[in-house]
C-alpha cells in the first residue's frame, strides 16, 4: 500500500531530479561543467560571458534535421553561444530566423505534472519569425532559465497557459509558444533566458529584470 509519506517522498524525489535536469540544462548551454559551474560561482565570474567553447567533430556534423538526441544529452553538448541580449532585444539565429521573448508576467505557476511544484513563477512567450526559404525545425527546443546572482536554476512548470512550439516553423511564417518557469519573486533583477534549436544553431541567451509582482 502506497502511504501519504511514500507519496510525499516520491514527489520530492521527481521534484529534485527535475531541478538537476534544469541546472544540466544551463550548464549545457553555458558550456560549463558542474565543476567549472561552482568554480565560477565562487570566483565570481559571471557565467553568461559568451566564449566561444570548442564543438567536438560529432557535435559538428550532426544537423538540425538529424538530431535525435534527448533533450538531457542535448544539452550536455557544449555549443556556440551569441553574444547576450536584453530580454526585450531580438536575437538572429545562424539559419537568419528572429527569436523574441515578448508577454513577460509574474504569475502563480501550476504544477500539472510529475515533479512540478506550484508557487511564484513567470510566464513568457517565446516568438520565433522565419524570414527566410527554408524552414526552421523547432520540435525539440532545449529552453531554460537562470535567476538570481547565483543564476539558480528555474523549474519549468505546465501552467499557467504553457504551450508548444510546433514541429517547425514555415518559410516566411511565424510562431510562438509560452513558457512558464518557477523563479523566486525576491531574485528577479536577473533572468537569463537560453534558447537552442539544435546543435547547428547558436545557443540564443536574453538577460535583464523581470516583473516581481504576483497574481
Not at 538540425?64 to 530580454?87: F, H, M, N, Y
Not at 530566423?97 to 513577460?104: F, G, L, Q, S
Not at 502563480?108 to 506550484?118: I, R, W
Not at 532559465?145 to 516553423?169: I, N, S
Amino acid at each position: 500500500m502506497i502511504t501519504k509519506v511514500s507519496q510525499q517522498r516520491r514527489m520530492t524525489s521527481l521534484w529534485s531530479r527535475r531541478r538537476l535536469l534544469a541546472g544540466i540544462a544551463v550548464m549545457g548551454l553555458l558550456g560549463l561543467s558542474a565543476g567549472a559551474w561552482t568554480s565560477a560561482q565562487a570566483a565570481g565570474i559571471p557565467a553568461i560571458v559568451p566564449t566561444k567553447p570548442a564543438v567536438t567533430p560529432a557535435a559538428a556534423a550532426q544537423t538540425v534535421q538529424g538530431d535525435t538526441k534527448s533533450e538531457k544529452e542535448r544539452a550536455r553538448i557544449p555549443q556556440p553561444r551569441a553574444g547576450v541580449v536584453a530580454l526585450n532585444a531580438t536575437a538572429v539565429l545562424k539559419s537568419g530566423a528572429r527569436v523574441r521573448i515578448e508577454k513577460m508576467e509574474a504569475v502563480q505557476g501550476e504544477a500539472t505534472g510529475p515533479g512540478e511544484v506550484a508557487g511564484p513563477a513567470l510566464r513568457f512567450q517565446v516568438t520565433v519569425d522565419n524570414p527566410t526559404s527554408v524552414a526552421l525545425p523547432t520540435a525539440n527546443p532545449v529552453l531554460a532559465l537562470a535567476y538570481g546572482a547565483a543564476l539558480t536554476p528555474g523549474l519549468q512548470l505546465g501552467g499557467p497557459g504553457a504551450t508548444r512550439l510546433p514541429d517547425a516553423v514555415n518559410a516566411h511564417g511565424s510562431a510562438s509558444a509560452v513558457y512558464v518557469f518557477n523563479v523566486a519573486a525576491d531574485q528577479r533583477e536577473k533572468v537569463l533566458i537560453l534558447v537552442n534549436f539544435g546543435v547547428a544553431e547558436d545557443v540564443l541567451a536574453f538577460e535583464g529584470a523581470a516583473p516581481k509582482a504576483g497574481k
